[in-house]
Nanobody, 127 residues
Framework: QVQLVESGGGYVQAGDSLRLSCAAS????????LGWFRQAPGKEREFVAA???????????YYADSVKGRFTISRDNAKNTVYLQMNSLKPEDTAVYYC?????????????????WGQGTQVTVSS
């Protein structure tokens, strides 16, 4: 079992930056695929960013088109933590942000592909 706890959310203005953190505990592994998702009120949870083990020790990153160029996902295996650096925030980025983990890559970045989830952290961006 893996436990994930997000932090770093807040209330900011458009154009500001935030860095979200997700601390993992339990049966963690540097090989686990990690991701960030978000869910706005009345909307379905959507993929934001992924950081996946390549199979040879190098990590592969992938981003949703809506955040590419603005957000950066990274991981610190020594701290068992994954980060999401969010720059140039827009009001449409407002959502609860969740980190997630899966033991191995399956076929997509759909939420149903992930095994473990954090409780979420609120990000609100005002115009």
């Amino acid at each position: 079992q893996v436990q994930l706890v997000e932090s770093g959310g807040g209330y900011v203005q458009a154009g500001d930056s935030l860095r979200l953190s997700c601390a993992a505990s339990g049966r963690t592994s540097s090989r686990y695929d990690l991701g960030w998702f978000r869910q706005a009120p009345g909307k379905e949870r959507e993929f934001v960013a992924a950081n996946d083990w390549s199979g040879s020790g190098t990590y592969y990153t992938y981003y949703a088109d809506s955040v590419k160029g603005r957000f950066t996902i990274s991981r610190d295996n020594a701290k068992n933590t994954v980060y999401l650096q969010m720059n140039s925030l827009k009001p449409e980025d407002t959502a609860v942000y969740y980190c997630a983990a899966r033991i191995f890559y399956r076929s997509s970045y759909h939420p149903s592909e992930y095994d473990y989830w954090g409780q979420g952290t609120q990000v609100t961006v005002s115009s």
